[in-house]
């Protein structure tokens, strides 16, 4: 059981702060620091709402500055998480020890003294619940990895807005239940709740203290936090990664069309007579554009969760929203910068237009799009010089609706898996956008324009509940086969060569290959040409077609081993057939 010191710590202005912090904890694990103290005797106005009465309370707590400095006594490391206030007084730094010891840690603070020069130390342990720690790219060129070098194959789901639906607690935990038992080790969900087609609902916490009003005339302090919300949205990224799963949190998103203006925060931002106006106030940007709005929000989500294990998607469908190519730089080096204690993987997402992702602070490139000849000029545009991982994040969702991205059969979605793989990318997203029939019917009721604000739905895609359609089984089959579970130790992409053996780039036959040679993967899309290939002389390899939609494999030629140079033609009648040949030892 770990380990809690608590003290009263006096400074000497009347004014102590209650310090809180595990004397020992788990490596990757939290460890968290809390500093409490009265918010009377640091005038604290917590909501905005005492500002400029006389006699009252007037400091915004959530402009305080607090960070703590944690030292690995044995190697020197060091790692300088910034903390956040959390309401009533209190205020938290969170870190995760990537090293067992023996760690230092002082705070530090420049706007209040009782913040200031606490120090303890923390023994950290091998052990803990969290087994392997958040998996990156990191050193590698192709593909991502655990921090203790073991490999990690996402297999991914997207669930929007999952955490911000008025249904409540039960949903959720509904949808906390479907991701356990599925085959997804990363899920992709918004920071901001969404306005969209079958998602027109108030969330249960709006992220900032302020008033909703209806036509984009809400009155938000975007200098100041709601901590309900963000105590919710924490839970919830824990409920996740304690699930053995990913949160890839996306921090901005176009779909809010001004409901709530979260979408636009770099117009609002600075408006004179708003909180925020001073903070902007000696920026060089235009009165009708300040970023400082989203750098805290940046700053206040990385402080919150990223300690827990997260992978940070800067938006979704970036060009769509109101942001220079150079806001969206500054971000990333705000991000980048706030995240620095812990470097967790950084992606941007496209709509029609791409992000130049050779740049240094991504991490990993993330594409929204299902044709191999996108992967074709991601790798030549932005892998040449600086290898770094493709993830098709978004290949169109496996469901019922009329909108094209959402009508995919149960079939093609992993059939795309495949596509990705043997192309040597890390991964094929997935969703679900299958419209139950009571909604649909509730729909109709309502007028079938799912822009209809009374045309609600919950799909996995929007607010999770419950998986539906025919991929997460497949999906489940190509996550045991790439992660070795069936018999085949299958190599990691950073050990693979990739190859076109025959026809077009949307109708070919796709080859990822052992470096030396052991293993091969042949996936005909489209097409079923026989090919050769050239499997060596020294050795032999046995051929095995691999079913991926029946789940099966199946024995070619009788077992008799192959070499030399082959000819492989897929099983008369197969379509998009997939075919192994592993080296005997």
Not at 315 to 320: I, S
Not at 465 to 476: F, K, T
Not at 518 to 544: C, M, P
Request: proline share 6%.
């Amino acid at each position: 059981m770990l380990g809690v010191v608590c003290l009263l710590a006096s400074l000497g202005n009347g004014a102590g702060a209650e310090v809180a912090a595990p004397s020992s904890a788990a490596k990757w694990e939290v460890i968290e620091i809390t500093l409490t103290v009265d918010p009377a005797d640091h005038a604290f106005d917590d909501t905005g709402r005492q500002q400029g009465q006389a006699g009252t309370r007037t400091v915004n707590p959530f402009l305080v500055d607090v960070e703590a400095r944690f030292e690995h006594l044995d190697t020197g490391a060091t790692h300088i998480p910034f903390g956040f206030y959390d309401g009533n007084g209190v205020f938290k730094v969170r870190f995760s020890p990537p090293i067992e010891g023996v760690w230092a840690w002082t705070t530090a603070s420049t706007s209040i003294p009782a913040l200031h020069k606490h120090a303890g130390k923390v023994t950290v342990l091998s052990t803990g619940s969290v087994a392997k720690g958040c998996p990156s790219s990191q050193g590698k060129k192709l593909g991502f990895a655990f921090p203790d070098g073991s490999t990690y194959n996402p297999v991914g789901t997207t669930c929007y807005a999952w955490v911000h639906q008025p249904e409540g607690d039960a949903l959720e935990e509904q949808t906390l239940s479907s991701l356990k038992s599925s085959p997804f080790n990363k899920v992709r969900m918004t920071g901001f709740p969404k306005w969209y087609p079958f998602t027109h609902h108030e969330p249960r916490f709006y992220p900032y203290v302020g008033n909703f009003s209806e036509g984009g005339n809400s009155s938000w302090d975007f200098t100041r936090f709601n901590p309900q919300f963000w105590q919710h949205y924490e839970q919830r990224v824990q409920d996740v990664v304690a699930l053995g799963v990913v949160p890839e949190i996306i921090l901005f998103h176009p779909y809010d069309g001004g409901h709530w203006g979260f979408d636009r925060m770099n117009q609002l931002c600075g408006k004179a007579g708003t909180p925020s106006a001073s903070q902007c106030s000696n920026t060089t940007a235009a009165a009708a554009e300040c970023l400082w709005c989203d750098e805290n929000y940046i700053k206040y989500m990385v402080a919150r969760v990223s300690a827990y294990g997260t992978w940070w998607s800067m938006a979704n469908e970036w060009d769509l929203m109101k942001k220079t190519v150079g806001q969206w730089d500054t971000l990333f080096q705000t991000l980048q910068a706030a995240d620095a204690a812990h470097n967790r993987e950084r992606s941007i997402h496209n709509c029609m237009k791409y992000y130049n992702n050779s740049q240094p602070w991504i991490t990993h490139i993330s594409l929204q799009g299902h044709h191999v000849n996108q992967l074709d000029m991601a790798k030549a545009v932005w892998t040449t010089k600086t290898p770094k991982p493709i993830v098709w994040d978004e290949v169109e969702y496996e469901g019922n609706i009329t909108y094209g991205w959402g009508s995919l059969s149960g079939y093609n979605e992993s059939r795309r898996a495949w596509t990705a793989f043997t192309n040597q990318v890390a991964m094929a997203g997935h969703s679900n956008t299958n419209l139950p029939e009571a909604d649909y019917q509730a729909c109709l009721a309502n007028g079938t324009d799912p822009n209809n604000v009374n045309c609600n739905a919950i799909m996995w895609w929007n607010k999770g509940d419950l998986l539906h359609g025919e991929s997460p089984a497949r999906l489940e089959y190509y996550r045991q086969y790439i992660g070795g579970e069936l018999g085949v130790q299958v190599p990691p992409l950073e050990l693979t060569r990739s190859a076109r053996l025959g026809g077009g780039e949307e109708n070919g036959t796709y080859s990822l290959y052992a470096q030396d040679g052991s293993y091969h993967l042949l996936f005909w899309r489209d097409n079923n040409a026989s090919v050769e290939i050239d499997l060596g002389v020294e050795g032999s390899h046995v051929a095995t077609q691999i079913d991926w939609w029946g789940m099966k494999m199946v024995p070619m030629s009788g077992g008799k081993p192959l070499s030399g140079k082959v000819t492989i033609t897929p099983p008369p009648g197969s379509n998009d057939a997939l075919i192994q040949l592993v080296k005997q030892k």
